[in-house]
């Protein structure tokens, strides 16, 4: 059954400790937690009671390793059973190491393997295209280390070149690929035809005016953080 | 007569103005057969975006075919297939142009002799080799009604008539004790010249997956089966195992070899060099020392 009241940003220690039996963990580590805190508390049209509305945002975690921060946050927002954190990853629940969206109430993509976020949401923006549908963004986040998968790049042409303005992706940037990105990410998207910003990956305010700036070309926000 | 792909092309170009869940998904190849249409989205030269963007559009939905030549449809994005596609539990139709050797002249990189036991591999496919356009037509129809992963295999090679059956049907009966020969999609009139004055069954399949293994359990009463395959051999053979298991058989599987074939030339002489025309599927039956039909 779901909460019926909705937690805050400092509730999210308590439920990742549930998560993961941690409880001298520094949480604020989690290289997406603002993130996706930011996009579920202030940018995201999204309702736990109504999960088959048309008019709502999808958003699709393409980085699908390491969920415990969305685990946390989905419970926050009362899509998933606070209690359900206690048994992360064992044989009767339906939270695992990757997302499953066959098993977790609000989850548009099970992910796991890299690379195939994102093309989804091109699909599925090119579907929300085809029958002029009210609202509805596509936000998918992916990793710095996840673009080496070249099968982002296939995704991030065609919606530059096609103009898809209610797609964004969010780049949660640590550093961590290790061949890099000379000359930076957002310029990678800019050359597409997307508009970019970088910003703070901590800094909420940054964050919500970075994802709430929409336009006709596709919108990249890359999210620094430390590693 | 016309061939599969054309009535592919008119095919699709009617189900896009017939229905509008219906969505195209192209990396080049058919584009300029296909008309310009809200609903065809071709990718450009992208085989991962063109399944990912069909699984979107499913997600959201519409009923995506995507269409290509078979190793680039089915080989090069084989993980966004079980992901995409299996994985997120949606479904789309993929429809695969060249079979196992139509790319004769083309060369390994055009061929996917291997498609239907990588498909098979996946759970929750359904197979179609169909044996003339007249089949295509209505395993296509059939396949937009529904939401299943489905795979249409066209091919440049047809049989002279169409035949319309579900499972497993029944051309020429042979006595009890005759072997069953399964011909599967386009190789059924070379099964049928190769048997013409033998003791056999001739059965014809063009849905191969799932596998008829009742009605193969209704028709085998010998030992022997015999299998024949317009690709990788051996791709139907666990399939016959499982429907036989408790019954002492014999199984014969023919097919397209493994082993690479590094020749160019026509489909018709690839088709001889595989033992799958009429003189080759005789000689192999031959091996299995049938009695020949007085």
């Known amino acids: 059954m779901p909460t019926t009241t909705t937690l805050g940003y400092d509730d999210l220690p308590t439920l990742l400790t549930l998560l993961t039996g941690d409880e001298k963990h520094d949480w604020s580590a989690l290289s997406t937690l603002d993130v996706l805190w930011v996009l579920y508390d202030r940018v ?42 206690a048994d992360f990853g064992g044989y009767d629940s339906r939270l695992g190491y990757h997302p499953d969206r066959v098993l977790v109430p609000g989850v548009e993509i099970s992910s796991g393997s890299l690379g195939h976020g994102l093309p989804i949401a091109v699909g599925m923006t090119l579907a929300l295209e085809a029958r002029d549908q009210e609202g509805a963004r596509v936000v998918c986040l992916v990793g710095d280390a996840e673009l080496d998968e070249g099968s982002n790049w296939e995704a991030v042409q065609l919606a530059g070149r096609l103009g898809l303005g209610r797609l964004t992706v969010v780049v949660v940037d640590n550093r961590s690929s290790t061949y890099h990105w000379p000359g930076g990410i957002a310029s990678r998207f800019e050359l597409e035809g997307w508009s970019a910003a970088t910003v703070d990956g901590r800094d909420h305010d940054a964050l919500e005016l970075a994802l709430t700036t929409t336009g006709e070309q596709p919108r990249v926000v890359v999210a620094e953080v430390a590693r | 007569m016309t061939t599969m792909r054309k009535r592919f092309y008119e095919l699709a170009t009617r189900a896009l103005d017939d229905d509008p869940r219906t969505a195209l998904v192209l990396a080049e190849i058919g584009a300029s057969e296909l008309p310009r249409h809200e609903r065809v989205f071709n990718v450009g030269i992208r085989e991962q975006l063109m399944i990912g963007v069909a699984a979107g559009l499913a997600l959201e ?20 297939i079980k992901l995409d596609l299996g994985h997120q539990d949606v479904g789309a139709i993929l429809v695969s142009t060249g079979a196992s050797y139509d790319g004769a002249q083309a060369g390994r990189t055009h061929q996917a002799p291997s498609d239907v036991a990588l498909l098979s591999a996946l759970p929750g496919w359904t197979i179609h080799v169909p044996g003339h356009p007249d089949e295509l037509e209505r ?16 091919s440049e090679e047809a049989n002279e008539a169409p035949v319309h059956a579900d499972g497993l049907a029944v051309l020429r009966r042979g006595s009890a004790s005759a072997p069953v020969v399964v011909a599967v999609g386009p190789t059924l009139d070379q099964a ?3 048997t013409r004055d033998l003791d056999a069954t001739v059965a014809y399949l063009a849905t191969v997956r799932p596998f008829d293994a009742a009605g193969l359990r209704a028709l085998v009463r010998g030992p022997d089966v015999v299998l024949v395959e317009p690709y990788l051999a051996g791709t139907s053979a666990a399939e016959v195992a499982a429907a036989l298991a408790d019954r002492p058989h014999r199984l014969l599987s023919l097919g397209v070899a493994n082993a690479e074939l590094r020749r160019y030339g026509s489909g018709r002489e690839h088709r001889a060099a595989h033992g799958l025309d009429a003189a080759g599927i005789r000689r192999s039956l031959e091996g299995l020392r049938l009695p020949v039909a007085a």
């Open chain 1, 44 to 85: 995201l049209r999204v309702d736990p009671r109504e999960l088959d509305d048309p008019e709502r945002d999808r958003f699709l975690l393409s980085k699908g390793h390491g969920p415990a921060a969305y685990y946390a946050v989905l419970a926050a927002k009362g899509f998933v059973d606070a209690e359900s954190l």
């Open chain 2, 192 to 194: 049928l010249a190769a």
């Open chain 2, 61 to 80: 939905g519409l009923r995506p075919v995507a269409h290509s030549y078979t190793p680039f449809l089915v080989e090069r994005p084989y993980e966004q």
């Open chain 2, 139 to 154: 395993v296509f129809a059939e396949a937009l009604l529904t939401d299943d992963r489905v795979y249409i295999r066209m």
